[in-house]
Nanobody
C-alpha cells in the first residue's frame, strides 16, 4: 500500500514563495513518474508539474517559469518550489503518480495566495 503525505503549504502574499514536499511510502516511488496536482474551489483537479525517474520535467503553461519540481529517490520525496506566486495559484496541492492513481490521493496541502 502506498501512502503520499504532502506538507509545506500556507498563506503567502502575491509574489512570495513556498516549497511543498511529498513523502511516499512504498518501493514503487523510485520507478514511477511523479506529479503535483492542484484543485481550486469549483474547479477540476489539474496536473501542474511532473518529473520522471530520470529527472525529465514538464509543466503546465500556467506555472512554467515560476514552479520547479524535483525529486529525491533516496528519500522517496518529491518537491515543488513555487516562486512569484499569484492569487490564481490558490488551491489544495496534491502529489500522485503520473498518470494519477485514484487509490493514492493524500490529504493535500492548502496554498493560499492573498494580500
Amino acid at each position: 500500500q502506498v501512502q503520499l503525505v504532502e506538507s509545506g503549504g500556507g498563506l503567502v502574499q502575491p509574489g512570495g514563495s513556498l516549497r511543498l514536499s511529498c513523502t511516499a511510502s512504498g518501493s514503487i516511488f523510485s520507478i514511477n513518474p511523479m506529479g503535483w496536482y492542484r484543485q481550486a474551489p469549483g474547479k477540476q483537479r489539474e496536473l501542474v508539474a511532473e518529473v520522471t525517474r530520470g529527472g525529465f520535467r514538464n509543466y503546465a503553461d500556467s506555472v512554467k517559469g515560476r514552479f520547479t519540481i524535483s525529486r529525491d529517490n533516496a528519500k522517496n520525496t518529491v518537491y515543488l518550489q513555487m516562486n512569484s506566486l499569484k492569487p490564481e495559484d490558490t488551491a489544495v496541492y496534491y502529489c500522485n503518480f503520473v498518470p494519477k492513481n485514484d487509490d493514492y490521493w493524500g490529504q493535500g496541502t492548502q496554498v493560499t495566495v492573498s494580500s
